[in-house]
């Protein structure tokens, strides 16, 4: 039986608390329209297919801001409106779909080998692990950190707000310290709008690039498992602009 041939025209959509990123196939820029708390499934759809017209591409990589379990969406995101889990992308779009968590979308486009930890620092918190190529969204931000607030409570937008730049600056570099003694980590990958605001990185760390989300929304069509990395993408870097 022939394999199944992939598609060569993806369509990539990172949706985010504040805007819905997206990157046409064969273009450089990614475009954008804003989102927020009431933004549902549905109506980012419609946003999609009145700025794209469905010819000109072939499958769609969505990167969502929640927990996504074997390709499907499992809780409805804390930053946007509902309505979110169940609804069928496919049937909507009329085209494939894979769905993958956003800061995995992000990390699968910054992954250069070896243990990393992705943090995305963006309106709330991002995390995904990659071991040897075998890539685990997680859920650590809205975990509990410390005075009954969360890990995103203090690195998340509204920490930097509450915090001031400074202070908000001196907890990152904490929270990854931590976490990086937690997970054993080889390196940490800093993504998000608010990641370049630091005015320096902690040992091991370095800065990824808005852009590495399209990059990992392509690659996730590449494989025949999107959370399982072939060893020739192990060394992918995609350095910051």
Wanted: a positive charge; charged letters at 25%.
């Amino acid at each position: 039986m022939a394999a199944k041939k992939k598609p060569r025209r993806i369509l990539v959509l990172d949706v985010g608390g504040s805007h819905v990123k997206f990157l046409l196939p064969g273009h450089r820029k990614e475009q954008r329209f804003v989102s927020g708390p009431r933004l549902t499934a549905a109506q980012m759809v419609k946003n999609v297919r009145k700025l794209v017209d469905r010819s000109e591409y072939d499958a769609i990589s969505i990167g969502y801001p929640g927990l996504v379990f074997g390709g499907r969406i499992a809780a409805e995101p804390w930053n946007l409106g509902r309505g979110w889990v169940g609804f069928d992308f496919e049937a909507a779009f009329g085209k494939p779909v894979r769905v993958i968590n956003d800061a995995a979308m992000q990390a699968v486009g910054s992954y250069t080998g070896g243990r990393m930890l992705f943090l995305g620092l963006g309106t709330g918190m991002g995390a995904t692990l990659i071991l040897d190529g075998i890539v685990e969204p997680m859920e650590l931000g809205h975990l509990p950190y410390k005075r009954d607030r969360t890990f995103e409570d203090y690195v998340g937008a509204h920490g930097l707000v509450r915090l001031g730049k400074k202070k908000w600056r001196k907890v990152v570099a904490e929270v990854i310290e931590h976490l990086c003694r937690a997970l054993e980590v080889d390196y940490v990958v800093l993504g998000g709008g608010n990641a370049r605001k630091l005015k320096e990185l902690p040992p091991r760390t370095r800065l990824g690039d808005n852009s590495n989300a399209m990059a990992g929304g392509r690659i996730i069509w590449e494989m025949d498992n999107p959370l399982h990395l072939d060893p020739k993408y192990r060394a992918r870097p995609h350095a910051p602009k």
